[in-house]
């Protein structure tokens, strides 16, 4: 029997810029012309796939859909006014109407401008707030805990808007970085008649039951910049094919989550396990400086031979040369992060060589018996 020889290697830690073209809404309100209405898209970059935030769920009719808007007055002298035009005030979309409103109409001011924040999907916690150790006068961001609203957040503004009759437009940009997995064997498996099943992949810090990632911060909604806020919570993460661990597909806010994977094997006929497209990574935008680790345990089948493989890959190694002295990896703001894991068969090969040693002679020698 020939026995496999089982490598796992992750190929690249790829940065795939996701989604395709945004869709322009033509919709406008038929309101009166001094009624503040809105217009909604999501960007040229924004991700079209399920679960995230995207036209769709921005237009839909879930618990979370739709958008939250912030405005302030700005006098004629730049004076920003300390009260609220609007204070989270909730947009969505009318399908019948076919146009997006909110509840608490508001007007144009005679003169003037207006500044517009937004973000999505909707909750009703977010204020603008100042980050810690800061004391702003009008600040504009908001305070995002990801443990407690694992979602894409999304946000827009829209300065120094004057009277119209035209809605004010937002392009939404993706303020997350968005994680994803494939996998793949390096070989044709109906060559080798070979299946491999996976059993399970975790993403894990130090070690297999510790977080990854900082799980909180504050969102600037003037220009999109982090300012991360520890809450002492860090998730590790498991993709199985079944999106369950121990029969529990239940989501543990302190420690971690379940997520699923698209197919349970790799052979002849499936050459690619994914993600399912609900079971992505949405992180708050920071760097990595300690070791965190990608571990994937499969089993492998050919013929009667088959072996159960637990490998693991230290991330920082794929994105920095070895021996760097201070390596790190990077998750950027509204990038789509692909971890590529390439499962290798090879047959051992047995190859003898030979050396050629004297026999020595061994003189006076004392045998005790």
Known sequence: MKFLRLAFYVLIAQLVLSGCAGEAVE????SSSSEINFDAYLGRNASTRSE???NTHLKGTEGNSGFGVFARYKHTDGTISP???MNNERVTWNKDQNHWEYTNTRYWPSEGSVDFYAFAPYSDQPKLVSPPNKNEANPTCIFFPSNVSPVDLVWANAKDQTKTEEPVKFTFNHALARLGLDIKANQDLEENGAVIKVKEVKLYGADEISGVFVMAGYLNLENGAWTLADNDIRWFYTWTPDGKVDGNENVNEKDGTVLKLSASQLDHEHDIITN??????FIIPQVKYFPFYL???YKVKQGDFEEEVTVRKNL????NPPGDPNPSFSFEMGKAYVFHL???LDPINFNVTTKVEDWKEVKNETMIL
């Open 276 to 281: 399912d497209a609900d079971s992505y990574i």
């Open 52 to 54: 995230v935030t995207d």
């Open 27 to 30: 919709e406008t309100s038929s």
């Open 295 to 297: 571990q994937i345990t």
């Open 83 to 85: 009260l609220m035009l």
């Open 316 to 319: 920082l190694d794929v994105r």
């Open 342 to 344: 390439k499962l290798s």
